[in-house]
């Protein structure tokens, strides 16, 4: 039996390493030598950098990675609106969505909520944990478990990595590209973001994700918003209110031509809610205090 | 003369409180109209495609309405908002359906298809033309919320953790066609 361990944990250790020298590990021995071939010294720079080298290698991205490219994504969305000047609203979105993350598979992400000054009906997940809603949406919700699940929708976009994939498979430099620029940024003296990746992310925002994403991330969402204890028919009932506003109104433009159809998502979300018990069915929906929030503005 | 403004003033009061009462929605498949928010519970009557009524609250999956001559359940899925109206009187087909009355909730203004103008920030021409915001980024630091400060919100609520497990990753490739809007209405109720 102890043979049988022994074998199977080195088996899986020479895995691991074949894993390493496909890139990774051979990154970390060419890592430094671009500036100084002859240094044989040890570098702990270099030993850190080789080893986030290893994470990107296994994952395609370090976490750090994705922080620092969902901040500078975070501020190009911020730049075409501005966060509500209503401080007690923000906070109570940034608790409720606090919350909501709580009941994910990664809440220690830096995460931050704001309801945006924007009509048009739409909300925004940026990589790292950046969720943004509009006031145009947020005024037609009708519950906290409606707000739970459009915040937990795009948490699921967060988790999921939907963003990350999307501008790596779009950008013509991929993945190491925008990391690349993501990290140019920060060293940047005066803070600018890279105008090539701002262009990237204005790309992406405008394209939106791929129809498979969404209905993932409207499923995921679903069952995050009931894992925190809501009413698990909030998503559910946003989108129907989707689906009356008309098509041709332009707060919905951005919003119809980045997701399929409401009522495309409305039929795809059916099995997911099939699943629930009834005592899930009867979580609470919290209509008072989310009412009592939203006309404090 | 001024009399008649008073009425037509009185009239369109008296209407908007009408349609307060209920949410104006439609049937958007074949379904029936339940006695209790329950599958197993008595069918009063079959709905079919495009029966206007009225909403007047949510219990879990199922809406309660009154339809023109009832009062009952119906499953959520089968409703959509607005009421319809067929412009060539056969209301078989979707594209002749006229959505009346697109309220989604209270607050919506219904002149909003014509004021484009009115509609701001972060469209598509927004976007486009954005400048990234690092200090608005910053501020939001303000008004983040630890963890203690989500499970006080949600204690105060009486929210409780249900555990659930959460789907496994999908494959990338694994793409489903998604499902045509045609088909839903020959499976209204699969019981």
Redesign the interface.
Known sequence: MKRLVLSLFLLVSCQTVTAFDLGGFSGILSGGSDDDPDSSGVDIGQIISGARDISRTITGIDEEDEIEIG??A??????????VDD?EL??YV????????????R?HLP??F?V?????V?A?ATPGG?IFI?Y?LL??L?S?AELAAVLAHEAAHVI?KHHI?AMSSFSTSGLSGIIKLASQTRDARD?Q?ATEL?NQV?DI??RGL???DE??AD??GT??A????????GL??VL???????P????L??LY?TH??A??R???L?PT?DQ?ND????????EK?FIRQISGK | MKQFFYAIILFCVFTTQLSAAGKPAHISRDTSLYAKPFKDSQILASLPINTNLSIIK?K??WYQVSTADNTGWVR??A????QVRSADGDSSTGDALE?LS????G??KSS??TT?S???????E?????????D??D?????????Q??????E?????????A??E??K?DK??P??S?NT?TDNGEDE
Do not use: C
């Not at chain 1, 975070?74 to 966060?83: E, F, H, N, T, Y």
């Open positions: 901040r500078d975070a501020a190009v969305l911020l730049g075409a609106s501005k966060p401080p923000q906070r940034n608790r409720i969505g606090r919350w909501v993350v709580s009941q994910t598979d809440p995460w931050r704001a945006l000054e924007s009509t048009h739409n925004f950046y509009t145009g005024e037609r009708n906290e999921r994939n803070n973001i701002v204005k925002y405008l791929d129809k498979d209905f993932e499923q995921i069952i995050i009931a894992r925190a204890g809501y009413d698990p028919y559910m009932a129907q209110s989707l689906d009356s506003i008309h041709q109104s332009s707060s433009a951005l031509k399929p159809p009522a495309d409305l039929i795809k059916e809610l629930f005592d899930i069915l009867a979580q609470p929906q919290v205090r | 949510r879990g999956g959520l899925v409703v959509r908002l607005g959505l697109g309220l989604a909730t607050r919506e909003e298809v484009a009115a509609v701001k920030g972060l469209g598509e927004e976007l486009r033309n954005a400048t990234p915001d690092t608005a980024l501020e939001l630091d303000e008004f983040a919320a630890d963890e400060a989500g499970q006080e919100a949600a105060q609520a009486g929210l409780k953790p249900v555990d659930i959460l789907p990753a999908k990338k793409a489903t998604p499902a809007p839903d």
